[in-house]
Structures are given as structure tokens and as C-alpha cells.
């Protein structure tokens, strides 16, 4: 009932700029919560950022200084600007969107993923 449409992803040198975008959409009522997470080949799916309907913030210590989560509540879209990228970036990059449906359920929802590889 929530449908996320990833973009952004790429092919981008060390210390080049990517910036990635989620929109949600579906039967939504209201979003707690937008974030992204990553998955490098043969590791666990970690954190990056997130961010919540009033503005705050949390950032992977590996990411802070480097990369800035937004979002337009307005559009449901949460955006990821990579900065100064490294090639330990490189991973599948996955969106979750946390709320509650017009039914009144909570809902928890990721997207398909979208791939960033830093490499000269």
C-alpha cells in the first residue's frame, strides 16, 4: 500500500557528489520517519541517515560531515546528498519510510535499492 521510488544512484569517482531521492506514496496518512540505509556486497545492512517528521536528525558516524538527509514533507520525499564520496560508499542504497496508513495501521516500508559505486 506504500510504494517507494528510489533515483540518484551511479557510478562517481572518489570525492565526487551523489545525490540520491525517495518519494512515497500510497494510502499514507502520516510519516514518522524517512531514512536510508546501505548494503555492501558480503556485509549487514547498516544505518546512514535519518531523518524525522520535525526535522531531526541521526547520522552513521561514518557519514557525518560528508553526507545531509532532507525531506519535503509536502512531496513525502526524502533526499540524501553524498559528499566527498569514498570508495567504502560504495553499496546498494535502500530507503524505509516508517507511518501510519489512512486505515490507521502503521506501516514500514523499503524500497528496491538503488546502487552507488565510487571507483576511479
Known amino acids: 500500500q506504500v510504494q517507494l521510488v528510489e533515483s540518484g544512484g551511479g557510478l562517481v569517482q572518489p570525492g565526487g557528489s551523489l545525490r540520491l531521492s525517495c518519494a512515497a506514496s500510497g494510502s499514507i496518512f502520516r510519516i514518522y520517519a524517512m531514512g536510508w540505509y546501505r548494503q555492501a556486497p558480503g556485509k549487514q545492512r547498516e544505518l546512514v541517515a535519518t531523518?524525522?517528521?520535525?526535522?531531526?536528525?541521526n547520522y552513521a558516524d561514518s557519514v557525518k560531515g560528508r553526507f545531509t538527509i532532507s525531506r519535503d514533507n509536502a512531496k513525502n520525499t526524502v533526499y540524501l546528498q553524498m559528499n566527498s564520496l569514498k570508495p567504502e560508499d560504495t553499496a546498494v542504497y535502500y530507503c524505509n519510510t516508517r507511518g501510519m496508513l489512512l486505515n490507521t495501521r502503521n506501516f514500514d516500508s523499503w524500497g528496491q535499492g538503488t546502487q552507488v559505486t565510487v571507483s576511479s
Open positions: 531523518i524525522t517528521s520535525g526535522g531531526s536528525t
